[in-house]
Nanobody, 129 residues
């Protein structure tokens, strides 16, 4: 049973940074191919893709965070990270980690499509003022 647990959210001032973590249990990240992603949902808005990372090292970023949201993983800790730099008030949202194991990410639109992911965390709140 795969579980994803996010942490690292908080309240920050505009221009600041945060590093979000997603610890995976029930599955060893590098034991097979995978696609892992970050999504966010602001109040009253649809869930949107932020970025993805797959087992080939391929990455995708949404235009809204391009150049300021590196994604990485630490296989020793079985953890996925999202660093958010130069934060803006419009980045305020609940951030979710998602994963599909046994498949790589598809193209850009697929990697940012929440319907493509099978496992989800409960989210961590990021508030930028």
């Amino acid at each position: 049973h795969v579980q994803l647990v996010e942490s690292g959210g908080g309240s920050v001032q505009a221009g600041g940074s945060l590093r979000l973590s997603c610890v995976v249990s029930g599955y060893t990240i590098n034991s097979d191919i995978y696609c892992m992603g970050w999504f966010r949902q602001a109040p009253g808005k649809e869930r949107e893709g932020v970025g993805s990372l797959d087992s080939d090292g391929g990455t995708v970023r949404a235009d809204s965070v391009m150049g300021r949201a590196p994604i990485s993983q630490d296989s020793a800790k079985n953890t996925l990270y999202l660093r958010l730099n130069s934060l803006k008030p419009e980045d305020t949202a609940v951030y979710y980690c998602a994963a599909t194991f046994g498949n790589r990410c598809g193209g850009r639109s697929s990697a940012l499509d929440y319907n493509e992911y099978l496992s989800w965390g409960r989210g961590t709140q990021v508030t930028v003022s």
